[in-house]
């Protein structure tokens, strides 16, 4: 059994920015990739972006230039740095062990004046 916990969320002003981490535990050795989504109020949840044990990220449009993954393999955590925030990043955000049933509980993020 995994966990992923989810933290860092919050309120934040426009263009502002904040440090999502996604902590791993349980039956896992290492992560070898993890996906952040993100699920705004009324709409369907989207892939926001994915990061390898490597370093390797991959974003989705709306948002590269903006956030920034990285991993820190000796704590079995992600992080998700998201700059430049604009209103429409609301949204709860996961962690998602890719191809599995594996997801975090979710943090919110509310980007508003």
């Known amino acids: 059994q995994v966990q992923l916990v989810e933290s860092g969320g919050g309120l934040v002003q426009p263009g502002g920015s904040l440090r999502l981490s996604c902590a791993a535990s349980?039956?896992?050795?290492?992560?070898?990739?993890m996906a952040w989504y993100r699920q705004a109020p009324g709409k369907q949840r989207e892939w926001v972006a994915t990061?390898?044990?490597?370093?390797?990220?991959n974003y989705a449009t709306s948002v590269k230039g903006r956030f920034t993954g990285s991993v820190d393999n000796a704590k079995n955590t992600v992080y998700l740095q998201m700059n430049s925030l604009k209103p429409e990043d609301t949204a709860v955000y996961y962690c998602?062990?890719?191809?599995?049933?594996?997801w975090g509980q979710g943090t919110q993020v509310t980007v508003s004046s």
């Open positions: 349980g039956t896992i050795s290492s992560i070898n990739n």
């Open positions: 998602r062990i890719p191809a599995t049933l594996y």
């Open positions: 990061i390898t044990s490597g370093g390797t990220t």
